[in-house]
């Protein structure tokens, strides 16, 4: 029986998330969640979003489960059973979506993994459609918030792969997958929302 996972980060951040999707999706259409975690986001999105369609995924077959228990409990028409979909291994198994949403990936997987996201992006995404990224980065010119410094050790300590990326960094991965950095916005708990745009 599927069980769900605990996650308080998710529900602090999850009000500032819906505001800042409410400004960037789409009228309609299929949002692709990429690791969705726990599934309580995608069941808050679905039902703040109820004109999208909510497409979760997870490569952790205990996070399917545990969205799968959300799913189960929300009983929302609009939210999807959520895929096996890893971001290294391409092609991606859905074919359509008008944005696409990744919230605290980037820095708790390998760097390669930045890349695979962009570069499956690019297959499914339309011109100017969004992919929106949220987390902790390191922005050039600015002093890294020390909880963040604490955040990126602890991180490194657990996989030396991991680790908080710079924007910049990010920025010249995207590009070369056909994405350009259309806004950055500043969000609690020293974490900024990307927005990328398919060009």
């Given at each position: 029986m599927p069980t769900k996972q605990d996650s308080p980060s998710s529900v602090r951040n999850a009000p500032y998330l819906v505001e800042v999707l409410g400004r960037v999706l789409?009228?309609?259409?299929?949002?692709?969640?990429?690791?969705?975690?726990?599934?309580?986001?995608?069941?808050?999105?679905?039902?703040?979003?109820?004109?999208?369609?909510?497409?979760?995924?997870?490569?952790?077959?205990?996070?399917?489960?545990?969205?799968?228990?959300?799913?189960?409990?929300?009983?929302?028409?609009?939210?999807?059973?959520?895929?096996?979909?890893?971001?290294?291994?391409?092609?991606?198994?859905?074919?359509?979506?008008?944005?696409?949403?990744?919230?605290?990936?980037?820095?708790?997987?390998?760097?390669?993994?930045?890349?695979?996201?962009f570069a499956g992006a690019s297959a499914i995404l339309a011109t100017g459609a969004p992919l929106v990224t949220y987390g902790p980065y390191i922005q050039a010119g600015e002093v890294l918030a020390e909880s963040n410094v604490t955040f990126d050790q602890l991180l490194k300590a657990r996989n030396p792969d991991w680790g908080l990326r710079a924007v910049d960094d990010i920025a010249t991965a995207a590009a070369d997958a056909g994405f350009n950095l259309a806004e950055i916005i500043p969000m609690p708990a020293n974490n900024l929302s990307l927005i990328w745009r398919r060009v």
């Open positions: 789409p009228p309609y259409g299929t949002v692709l969640e990429i690791a969705s975690g726990s599934g309580y986001h995608a069941t808050t999105f679905a039902e703040a979003f109820p004109h999208l369609t909510w497409q979760p995924s997870d490569a952790d077959e205990t996070a399917r489960s545990s969205i799968a228990a959300y799913r189960e409990e929300a009983q929302l028409t609009n939210l999807k059973l959520a895929l096996d979909l890893d971001v290294m291994r391409q092609p991606w198994p859905t074919v359509q979506a008008e944005a696409m949403v990744c919230i605290n990936m980037i820095h708790i997987s390998p760097w390669e993994a930045t890349g695979a996201l």
